[in-house]
Structure formats: C-alpha cells, structure tokens
Nanobody, 128 residues
Framework: GPQLVESGGGLVQAGGSLTLSCKASELPFAEYAVGWFRQVEGKERERVACASWETDNKYYTDAVKERFAISRDNAKNTVYLQMSSLKPEDTAMYYC?????????????????????WGQGTQVTVSS
C-alpha cells in the first residue's frame, strides 16, 4: 500500500531552522489532505500543521504559527514542513500522515485518528 517517508530531522540550536520532507509513494499526494504531527515520549501525539488538497487551505497549531510553514511540491509527490525560530519545546519525533478517505478533503477539523497512513518519523532535537 501507500508509504510515507519523512526525512530532514536533526539536531539544531534554538533559533535555527530545519525543513522536514514527507515523500509519498503509490498515492497522488496532491489530491489528499496531509498532516504533520509530533510526539514526545510519554506524551500524546500533537497535531502541528496540515494542508488540505486545496493549495491555500492550511492549518497550524498556535504553538507554531508564524514559525512553521507547510508546503507541497506535487511534481515530487512531497510535502514539506519548514520550521524556523526553533525552540527547545519543539523537540519531538515528527510524523506525516494521510488516509484513503482524505482525498479532496479539507484538513482543519481532522485529528490524529482520522489518519491511518503514517511515516516512520524523523527526530527533531533543539538545544538551548
């Protein structure tokens, strides 16, 4: 079935930037809502951002607004999460996700249990 592969995580100092990538296979990513989530061990998975299939319909959790930006490169079947002004509290495993029933869907009201295709995650660590 479809697979999602994240990359781009790493160790960065506070105030720095990283860009995460999520590449899909066997799925026309451009037609699907896609979410980015993060999870710290022992805590619940948190929704960070999502992009609807429509280009300009996006959502950001308050903690990352004005710092993170989600974008698509449909030719590469890839969704990006550009992260800037990173803070130690952004440290987490980051996951991208979608689902078969999210084709042509808006993402604003979706939660983690609406998604059932998940990548393996990429670790982001922000040092103070």
């Amino acid at each position: 079935g479809p697979q999602l592969v994240e990359s781009g995580g790493g160790l960065v100092q506070a105030g720095g930037s990283l860009t995460l990538s999520c590449k899909a296979s066997e799925l026309p990513f451009a037609e699907y809502a896609v979410g980015w989530f993060r999870q710290v061990e022992g805590k619940e998975r948190e929704r960070v951002a999502c992009a609807s299939w429509e280009t300009d319909n996006k959502y950001y959790t308050d903690a990352v607004k004005e710092r993170f930006a989600i974008s698509r490169d449909n030719a590469k079947n890839t969704v990006y999460l550009q992260m800037s002004s990173l803070k130690p509290e952004d440290t987490a495993m980051y996951y991208c996700a979608t689902a078969p029933n999210l084709r042509w869907q808006r993402c604003g009201g979706l939660r983690s249990d609406n998604y059932n295709y998940w990548g393996q995650g990429t670790q982001v660590t922000v040092s103070s």
